[in-house]
T-cell receptor, first 118, second 114 residues
């Protein structure tokens, strides 16, 4: 079946502009995650959605970052007033269920969106 | 929160030799430890994982060991091949804990020398 998809694959924006990144999880996956990967670095967890539960936003780097998910489908990550330090690859992942379920399921990653802020 | 340290940052081995990558974690409540392989420009892909109720797991040339007392886990690749060249990430998570994602190590760039 189809894997996790993300759009756009690349985004170049000017400092100060807002950007919106999209993630389509695997159908039937109730858990969705956003991570950030700076060049040559590991993945940094940003936010996790489980079903219709309100997410814990404490992992978001600043109040310029926000994320939404409609039910158990598409999610968008929005970065307002982008800064150069926001340049990174933003990866989305989904799993059948997430850690708050008490069960362990593999996270499948999307191809990422490479964001460059000039 | 959880902290995962990974060593070495770069590892170069001769084709056919073994490679070992080591990780330590800080939160004794972590109970799931996956390893991801990421080739240049591609998405991370799970290669093996281990749960806290076992000490070792093997899948063909890849094995992972877990020492819960020392909070260490390691990836072992035997008979390395050129296609094993990639960046490998270890990670940890508490399932049944809070609303967190995986905590990743900083990655190990594995280079297989022909």
């Amino acid at each position: 079946g189809a894997g996790v998809s993300q759009s756009p694959s690349n985004k170049v924006t000017e400092k100060g502009k807002d950007v919106e990144l999209r993630c389509d999880p695997i159908s039937g996956h109730t858990a969705l995650y956003w991570y950030r990967q700076r060049l040559g670095q590991g993945l940094e967890f940003l936010i996790y959605f489980q079903g219709n539960s309100a997410p814990d936003k404490s992992g978001l780097p600043s109040d310029r970052f926000s994320a939404e998910r409609t039910g158990e489908s598409v999610s968008t990550l929005t970065i307002q007033r982008t800064q150069q330090e926001d340049s990174a690859v933003y990866l989305c992942a989904s799993s059948l269920m997430g850690p708050t379920s008490g069960l362990l399921y593999e996270q499948y990653f999307g191809p990422g969106t490479r964001l460059t802020v000039t | 929160g959880e902290n995962v340290e990974q060593h070495p940052s770069t590892l170069s081995v001769q084709e056919g030799d073994s490679a070992v990558i080591k990780c330590t974690y800080s939160d004794s409540a972590s109970n799931y430890f996956p390893w991801y392989k990421q080739e240049l420009g591609k998405r991370p892909q799970l290669i093996i994982d281990i749960r806290s109720n076992v000490g070792e797991k093997k899948d063909q040339r890849i094995a992972v060991t877990l020492n819960k007392t020392a909070k260490h886990f390691s990836l072992h690749i035997t008979e390395t091949q050129p296609e094993d060249s990639a960046v490998y990430f270890c990670a940890a998570i508490i399932s049944g804990g809070g609303a967190d994602g995986l905590t990743f190590g900083k990655g190990t760039h594995l280079i297989i020398q022909p």
